[in-house]
């Protein structure tokens, strides 16, 4: 076998692992919101106070990003070639850690405010995971 048959055989299954990843990613993401939403509906009486001042709002709006983070990281995995695949990890990466930096100028709104606050911190998360989920990976 010849050494560049062999570094692309490596780069594929290298893709292929970071593809699952990818996919565990955002399965596990969706395990944590689903987790929140269940005991969320089994309240026993679902008012806006309780939702309030349980965090659950804020559970699975964040959990609902992460997911979509996850998404989006493994589509684009999907549609690189392999050699690419490291690099499109990475500028997921970062550019999940530049808006979890992003503070932007404040809206006066505190619903909004509250909604790009936990943006923040699912970008922050979701680079988090993706960093160890890469470690683990390589």
């Excluded at 990466?93 to 709104?109: F, S, V």
């Amino acid at each position: 076998m010849r050494t560049d048959d062999r570094a692309e055989r490596n780069q594929r299954m290298f893709k292929q692992r970071l593809e699952t990843a990818a996919t565990a990613g955002g399965r596990c993401a969706l395990g944590r919101a689903d987790r929140w939403w269940t005991e969320l509906r089994t309240l026993d009486r679902l008012t806006v106070e309780n939702v309030r001042m349980d965090g659950f709002f804020d559970h699975v709006t964040r959990g609902q990003y992460e997911v979509k983070l996850w998404n989006r990281l493994a589509e684009a995995l999907q549609g690189c070639d392999a050699a690419d695949a490291v690099a499109v990890w990475h500028r997921q990466i970062a550019e999940a850690e530049a808006n979890a930096q992003d503070k932007g100028g404040t809206m006066g709104h505190p619903t909004r405010d509250a909604r790009r606050a936990l943006l923040r911190e699912a970008n922050a998360n979701f680079a988090q995971d993706a960093s160890h989920s890469f470690r683990r990976v390589s």
